[in-house]
Antibody, heavy 128, light 110 residues
Framework: QITLKESGPTLVKPTQTLTLTCAFS??????????VGWIRQPPGKALEWLAL???????RYSPSLKSRLTIAKDTSKNQVVLTMTNMEPVDTATYYC????????????????????WGRGTLVTVSA | QSVLTQPPSASGTPGQRVTISCSGS????????VYWYQQLPGTAPKLLIY???QRPSGVPDRFSGSKSGTSTSLAVSGLRSEDEADYYC???????????FGGGTKLTVL
């Protein structure tokens, strides 16, 4: 059974750096074809993808937030950490991490990635 | 402004069939699979449809997805009160090299 749980500060001040941890169980990020992503949702608004990491060291970032984000996996701890610098009030949101599934095609590549299982999310408020 | 466009709201009465649309472009829906998520009030999103039309185990067959060109739709038949939720479409965008989501559709069961 796959589970994910986000943790981190509930309140950060403007200009501070946010560090969130996604602790997961039921899978390993050393297994081929696996990934973890981060998505956020401001109160009453839509989902916004932030970053993802694959079982390799390959990572991807939202173009609009790339300069502020870093995602890192710790395979030994079954964790993925997201850091976001220079936090602003508009960054107030519920932050979710999610397991990524894929399919192995005949060419020997993992393709058709998607977020299949999500954590419950953690609300982060940015305020002085 | 979301990259994928959804109507902000949809509604129906119990037992009805409701369709939610999601439109994009050639770089996202037009060239990649589409995924639908259901978000019940106060909960995390749950995968409802994957790879355009596939249902994960446990998702009732009242939910179905389809795709044509750069548009996709989610249909909910035999509408039930527990279907009242926000629904989001999502796809990978080749131009942005990232995931894009729709703005969400709030489904109300009258």
């Amino acid at each position: 059974q796959i589970t994910l749980k986000e943790s981190g500060p509930t309140l950060v001040k403007p200009t501070q750096t946010l560090t969130l941890t996604c602790a997961f169980s039921g899978f390993s990020l050393s297994t081929s074809g696996v990934g973890v992503g981060w998505i956020r949702q401001p109160p009453g608004k839509a989902l916004e993808w932030l970053a993802l990491t694959y079982w390799t060291d390959d990572t991807r970032y939202s173009p609009s937030l790339k300069s502020r984000l870093t995602i890192a996996k710790d395979t030994s701890k079954n964790q993925v950490v997201l850091t976001m610098t220079n936090m602003e009030p508009v960054d107030t949101a519920t932050y979710y991490c999610a397991h990524m599934e894929s399919s192995y095609d005949s060419s020997g590549y993992y393709t058709n990635w998607y977020f299949d299982l999500w954590g419950r999310g953690t609300l982060v408020t940015v305020s002085a | 402004q979301s990259v994928l466009t959804q109507p902000p709201s949809a509604s129906g009465t119990p037992g009805q069939r409701v369709t939610i649309s999601c439109s994009g472009s050639s770089s996202n829906i037009g060239s990649n699979h589409v995924y639908w998520y259901q978000q019940l009030p106060g909960t995390a999103p749950k995968l409802l449809i994957y790879r355009n039309s596939q249902r994960p185990s446990g998702v009732p067959d009242r939910f179905s997805g389809s795709k044509s060109g750069t548009s996709t739709s989610l249909a909910v038949s035999g509408l039930r009160s527990e279907d009242e939720a926000d629904y989001y479409c999502a796809a990978w965008d080749d131009s942005l090299s990232g995931w894009v989501f729709g703005g969400g559709t709030k489904l109300t069961v009258l």
